[in-house]
C-alpha cells in the first residue's frame, strides 16, 4: 500500500509524499491545512475544467476513504458522460470507499445514469459485488475489508 503515502497536493494537484511539510512542485505549506480544509479543496477540484485535475482529485480522494465524498464523485463522472477514463476511475475510488449507503447511491446513479456503457457496467458489477457480501442498505457499515 505505499500509493497510500502520497497524498495531492491542494494548491498544484501533483502527487507529492504524504509527510512533506511542503510541496516540492509549488511550495504551498501543507502541515497547515486541516484534514477538512483539504477534503473541501479536493471536492472543489472535481469541478476544475481540466480533465488532468479532476483525475488527481479523483484518485486523491479515493485514497481518503470519506463515505461523505461518494455522492460527489459520482456526480463528477456523470458531468462528463464522454470521459471513459475518468468515469472508470470515479469506479475504482468508489471501490475504496467504505461500505456504506452513499457509496451505494453513488454506484447505483453511474450504473443507472452514465452515458458510457463501460462505465455502467463497472459500477453494476461493483453494486452487485457489494450486494452480494451482504453490504447493508441501511446506512450501517461493515468492516469487510
Ligand atoms: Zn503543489
Do not use: Q, W
Not at 459500477?123 to 447493508?136: F, I, M, Q, V, Y
Amino acid at each position: 500500500m505505499t500509493v497510500a503515502n502520497e497524498i495531492c497536493c491542494p494548491n498544484c494537484f501533483s502527487m507529492i509524499p504524504a509527510e512533506a511539510k511542503s510541496c516540492p512542485a509549488c511550495g504551498e505549506r501543507i502541515a497547515s491545512l486541516s484534514a477538512r480544509g483539504y477534503r473541501e479543496k479536493l471536492l472543489h477540484a472535481l469541478a476544475h475544467p481540466l480533465d488532468d485535475i479532476r483525475m488527481r482529485a479523483i484518485i486523491a480522494l479515493g485514497l481518503r476513504r470519506e463515505t461523505v465524498t461518494a455522492v460527489p464523485l459520482a456526480e463528477c463522472a456523470l458531468r462528463h458522460p464522454t470521459n471513459v477514463v475518468e468515469g472508470m476511475e470515479v469506479v475504482y475510488a468508489l471501490r475504496n470507499i467504505g461500505a456504506s449507503r452513499e457509496r451505494l447511491h453513488a454506484l447505483a446513479m453511474l450504473a443507472n445514469d452514465h452515458a458510457a456503457r463501460a462505465v455502467r457496467a463497472a459500477a453494476k458489477a461493483e453494486l452487485e459485488r457489494n450486494l452480494a457480501d451482504g453490504e447493508s442498505t441501511d446506512g450501517g457499515v461493515r468492516s469487510s475489508f
